[in-house]
């Protein structure tokens, strides 16, 4: 089964992308940042009510929204986004500044966690595991925060921290800031949402 893959890259400046193999989806001031990059957009979407430099999207198709609507502009790249087929998305520019927008972007992450949603900045990477066992291996990033999207069993091993069948809710922050040997198996009956942090 072949995975398609895309990046989003909303108003928030956060610095380049990390895959440069796939394509991406400007949101609003997103697509100057991509273009800075060297990057031209598939598709702008948005209320472009950001974007400074309007002869951008002279060159792009547009998806233009009202201001005044029911959805972020980043909840609608990414609807458009599985609409297009694609099940793997990298998410850029949603952090830092607005965090009532990232919180947004956070609520979206729980909303479609059977596709994998992964956001990133200068700083942190942010995903969802679902229920099983994953082996993640240790990568530029120090350290790993993990939070219950529901209450659920977590058993952490090859790390500082380790846990055994430990009850998880949705309201502990006991698992901040731990730290990875080469490689953390996280066993996990319920789905987490998983922060790695520089």
């Known amino acids: 089964f072949f995975k398609m893959k895309v990046g989003i890259y909303a108003s928030i400046d956060c610095g380049n992308v990390h895959d440069l193999s796939i394509d991406y989806i400007g ?3 997103g697509v100057m940042h991509l273009i800075r990059q060297g990057i031209q957009p598939l598709i702008a979407i948005g209320d472009m009510d950001s974007i400074e430099d309007l002869s951008l999207l002279e060159t792009l198709p547009v998806q233009k929204f009202p201001s005044v609507k029911d959805d972020t502009d980043t909840a609608l790249a990414i609807k458009y986004a599985l609409q297009q087929g694609y099940d793997e998305i990298d998410v850029y520019g949603v952090t830092k500044k607005r965090m009532d927008h990232f919180l947004g972007v956070m609520c979206l992450l729980k909303k479609y966690s ?14 969802v595991l679902k229920p099983g066992v994953h082996h993640i291996l240790k990568d530029e990033y120090k350290y790993f925060s993990i939070f219950a999207v529901k209450k659920g069993k977590l058993t952490l091993k090859n790390c500082h921290y380790p846990l055994n069948d430990y009850v998880l809710d949705i309201d502990d922050p006991l698992c901040v800031s731990n730290q990875m040997d080469q490689e953390v198996i996280i066993e996990n009956d319920e789905a987490i949402i998983v922060v790695q942090s520089l």
């Open 114 to 127: 059977s596709y994998s949603i992964t956001i990133y900045d200068e700083y942190n990477k942010i995903y």
């Open 27 to 29: 949101v609003d001031q």
